[in-house]
């Protein structure tokens, strides 16, 4: 049973800057997409950021600039690193994974992955 789980959340004043990281285990795909999703309350998730293991990366334009997703130790770690945080930033972060490589039309669609982390909160003060 493929297991993430994500941690690094936390508590974080405007422009601040936050890094999230998602452990992968049982995960064996070689040729594999990962990516991250957020949620905020009373709104639909929104994919952030993804990458896959050829190491294409694909960002949201409400991040791009801002967000840098990255692996350590290949697919096993995954992180997100945030700068100039913002209040709409707040949300549920959740990272995901999925055999195969997707177009950037469906990279950041959550329905295309089958492997959810259980998530972890980001909270931005202004």
């Known amino acids: 049973q493929v297991q993430l789980a994500e941690s690094g959340g936390g508590s974080v004043q405007a422009g601040g800057s936050l890094t999230l990281s998602c452990a992968a285990s049982r995960f064996s795909a070689r040729v594999y997409s990962m990516a991250w999703f957020r949620q905020a309350p009373g709104k639909e998730r929104e994919g952030v950021a993804y990458?896959?293991?050829?190491?294409?990366?694909i960002y949201a334009d409400s991040v791009k600039g801002r967000a840098t997703i990255s692996q350590n130790n290949g697919k096993n770690t995954l992180n997100l690193q945030m700068n100039s945080l913002k209040p709409e930033d707040t949300a549920m972060y959740y990272c995901?994974?999925?055999?195969?490589?997707?177009?950037?039309?469906?990279?950041?669609?959550?329905?295309?992955?089958?492997?959810w982390g259980q998530g972890t909160q980001v909270t931005v003060s202004s």
């Open positions: 990458i896959n293991s050829f190491g294409g990366t």
């Open positions: 995901a994974a999925e055999p195969g490589i997707y177009s950037s039309t469906w990279s950041l669609a959550g329905e295309k992955y089958r492997y």
